[in-house]
């Protein structure tokens, strides 16, 4: 799984960082951190991305997991799959398969594309390590 392919809401801001340079990033983590603290979910997701790409700031695993955790818990179905794909790679946390899988479901539930396909990854791993699938109670 390429985990550097996040979904991300970052693209747009890293265009426009191109043409007008850092200044952007540091009022786009300015604003963020703000909206962030209030609660915002898209805002502490945004920061998540920054920090895991390390774009504005020092790449930082476990800062990213704080924000993605954060607005996962909102709701935030981006921050649920990345916290799923953190899990599941153990970036900045010990690899942790139950707990990706938790995140992923909540995630696909939403219908998050990305999520659904990490779920039927898991799954065919599963199966070519056991030979059959697991039923859930």
Known sequence: MDTHNLP???????EVSKAFGKDVY???LQKFKLAAKKGNADAQFSLGVMYFKGEGVAQNDRVALKWFRLAAKQGEANAQHNLGVMYNE???????????LKWYRLAAKQG???????????????IALHGSRKRRA
């Not at 999520?115 to 065919?124: F, H, I, T, Y």
């Open 90 to 100: 153990g970036m900045g946390v010990p690899q942790d398969y139950q707990t990706a």
């Open 112 to 126: 998050d594309a990305n999520a659904q396909n990490s779920l039927l990854a898991m799954e065919d791993q599963f």
């Open 26 to 28: 540091a009022k786009a």
């Open 8 to 14: 991300n809401r970052s693209d747009d801001l890293k």
